[in-house]
């Protein structure tokens, strides 16, 4: 592939409700935004938007079950977000200049505990403190948190916002585009989708099978009329032998992969779920597949 340095990444904007993150948001993607439509479930991962230019593709990406230390957390969600944040290239924790430290971000602050990737603290709403306050509050957090970059934004009124995404420009990776540049083509329901089909086969066979394999939605369609979503996905392994491994006794274990990961679709999407899975032996699939960091291939 012809990279002529072309940037791109996934940003999550993590923050306590009403630091200013959808506003942030707004304001970055501005007339460029291809949000996708706001759907029902919040319990789900979700494009949020998607900001190009010649230079960069940045992908935003929600972080269900971060945003929202009241409500009851299942282990699902903890870790649905907590495997977010540990995919996404770049972290954007808001804070509230004007409110400060609180609970909330007590609890974020756990959760990027060991979090590998760059967090950057953006101070938001500094519109509506005296510039003095920012010195002790930025102390404040990086007291608590390890951050990468300390950024004070209005994102009301769009101050320093440029410096932010020049930023975050600074600290992706080469990479593709992912999508084209006034729309959203795909949804992230299927990276998870795929990802949770993984996590099934690497549940159920242990060390048998490396974490090598990969899984790709071949097909995912709502059926408005019935709220069912089919899903066709292809379990892409190495070697014949691992083939037989996942396919199991007669399909046994394939079956299985598929009855919990139909479970854990149907929760993330909040539809009945028709899945069927392939298993297909492609020995190189990492290099053709190579750009494809969408699937959770992060070698
Ligand atoms: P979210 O819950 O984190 O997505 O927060 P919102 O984006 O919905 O913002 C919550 C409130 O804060 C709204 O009333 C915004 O207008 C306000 N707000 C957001 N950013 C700023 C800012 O930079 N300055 C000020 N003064 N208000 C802001
Ligand atoms: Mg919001
Ligand atoms: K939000």
Same mark, same amino acid.
């Given at each position: !592939?012809?990279?002529?340095?072309?940037?791109?990444?996934?940003?999550?904007?993590?923050?306590?409700?009403?630091?200013?993150?959808?506003?942030?948001?707004?304001?970055?993607?501005?007339?460029?935004? #291809?949000? !996708?439509?706001?759907?029902?479930?919040?319990?789900?991962?979700?494009?949020?938007?998607?900001?190009?230019?010649?230079?960069?593709?940045?992908?935003?990406?929600?972080?269900?079950?971060?945003?929202?230390?009241?409500?009851?957390?299942?282990? $699902?969600?903890?870790?649905?977000?907590?495997?977010?944040?540990?995919?996404?290239?770049?972290?954007?924790?808001?804070?509230?200049?004007?409110?400060?430290?609180?609970?909330?971000?007590?609890?974020?602050?756990?959760?990027?505990?060991? @979090?590998?990737?760059?967090?950057?603290?953006?101070?938001?709403?500094?519109?509506?403190?005296?510039?003095?306050?920012? %010195?002790?509050? @930025?102390?404040?957090?990086?007291?608590?948190?390890?951050?990468?970059?300390?950024?004070?934004?209005?994102?009301?009124?769009?101050?320093?916002?440029?410096?932010? !995404?020049?930023?975050?420009?600074?600290?992706? /990776?080469?990479?593709?585009?992912?999508?084209?540049?006034?729309?959203?083509?795909?949804?992230?329901?299927?990276?998870? #989708?795929?990802?949770? +089909?993984?996590?099934?086969? %690497?549940?159920?066979?242990?060390?048998?099978?490396?974490?090598?394999?990969?899984?790709?939605?071949?097909?995912?369609?709502?059926? /408005?009329?019935?709220?069912?979503?089919?899903?066709? #996905?292809?379990?892409?392994?190495?070697?014949?032998?691992?083939?037989? +491994?996942?396919?199991?006794?007669?399909?046994?274990?394939?079956?299985?992969?598929?009855?919990? #990961?139909?479970? &854990? +679709?149907?929760? %993330?999407?909040?539809?009945?779920? $028709?899945?069927?899975?392939?298993?297909?032996?492609?020995? &190189?699939?990492?290099?053709?597949?190579?750009?494809?960091?969408?699937?959770?291939?992060?070698?």
């Amino acid at each position: !592939m012809n990279n002529t340095g072309y940037k791109s990444g996934f940003v999550s904007i993590i923050g306590r409700p009403n630091v200013g993150k959808s506003t942030l948001l707004n304001h970055i993607i501005g007339q460029k935004i #291809a949000i !996708m439509s706001d759907k029902p479930q919040t319990t789900r991962n979700k494009i949020q938007g998607v900001y190009t230019t010649d230079q960069a593709q940045v992908i935003f990406i929600d972080t269900p079950g971060i945003h929202k230390p009241k409500h009851r957390l299942g282990d $699902f969600m903890t870790k649905i977000a907590q495997q977010t944040l540990r995919e996404v290239d770049l972290i954007l924790f808001v804070i509230n200049a004007e409110e400060g430290y609180g609970r909330g971000d007590q609890f974020i602050i756990d959760k990027l505990q060991d @979090i590998k990737q760059p967090i950057f603290l953006v101070i938001n709403k500094i519109d509506t403190i005296h510039p003095d306050q920012l %010195l002790p509050l @930025i102390d404040f957090y990086r007291g608590k948190v390890d951050v990468q970059e300390v950024i004070p934004i209005s994102a009301l009124q769009g101050n320093n916002v440029n410096t932010l !995404m020049n930023q975050i420009t600074e600290y992706l /990776e080469e990479g593709p585009q992912y999508y084209p540049e006034d729309q959203i083509t795909d949804h992230p329901e299927r990276f998870i #989708a795929g990802e949770l +089909i993984r996590e099934k086969v %690497l549940h159920l066979t242990r060390e048998e099978i490396p974490h090598s394999i990969a899984v790709v939605i071949e097909q995912m369609q709502r059926r /408005e009329d019935r709220d069912v979503v089919f899903i066709n #996905a292809t379990i892409i392994v190495e070697r014949k032998s691992q083939k037989g +491994i996942i396919i199991g006794k007669q399909g046994s274990m394939l079956k299985e992969v598929g009855k919990r #990961a139909r479970t &854990d +679709i149907e929760n %993330l999407l909040g539809s009945k779920v $028709f899945l069927e899975l392939f298993v297909k032996v492609q020995n &190189d699939w990492r290099n053709k597949l190579s750009n494809l960091k969408e699937f959770g291939f992060n070698e």
